[in-house]
């Protein structure tokens, strides 16, 4: 089975960056779409974007450019890279995957479209 392994939260200052990471394992990984959510407390997950395996890269229409998605094959490895943090991204945040074509699929029904999770990593901004 594909595993996620993810890591890179922790807590900044308002304005700070974080880069979380998503190790992908398992038969065929490099091949799936991998996309990122993340879910306030008592908040459904939602989906922020995706990339695929050729790169190509779908993000929610919500989702601020302060946030951007890129993957790194040699080292099995899915990043989100958040920049200017502000207190309202406080959130625990997830990586998961699926076959090409994930991020519409989350779109159109939500975060259960995913078929393989990471455990989540906090994320805390503060003032």
């Known amino acids: 089975e594909v595993q996620l392994v993810e890591s890179g939260g922790g807590s900044v200052q308002t304005g700070g960056s974080l880069r979380l990471s998503c190790v992908v394992s398992g038969y065929g990984a490099r091949t799936l779409s991998v996309a990122w959510f993340r879910q306030y407390p008592s908040k459904a997950r939602e989906g922020l974007g995706s990339i695929d395996a050729d790169g190509t890269k779908t993000y929610d229409e919500s989702v601020s450019d302060r946030f951007t998605i890129f993957r790194d094959n040699d080292k099995n490895t899915v990043y989100l890279q958040m920049s200017n943090l502000k207190p309202e991204d406080t959130a625990l945040y997830y990586c998961?995957?699926?076959?090409?074509?994930?991020?519409?699929?989350?779109?159109?029904?939500?975060?259960?479209?995913?078929?393989?999770w990471g455990q989540g990593t906090q994320v805390t901004v503060s003032s």
């Open positions: 998961a995957a699926g076959r090409t074509g994930l991020m519409q699929r989350v779109l159109d029904r939500g975060a259960s479209a995913a078929d393989f």
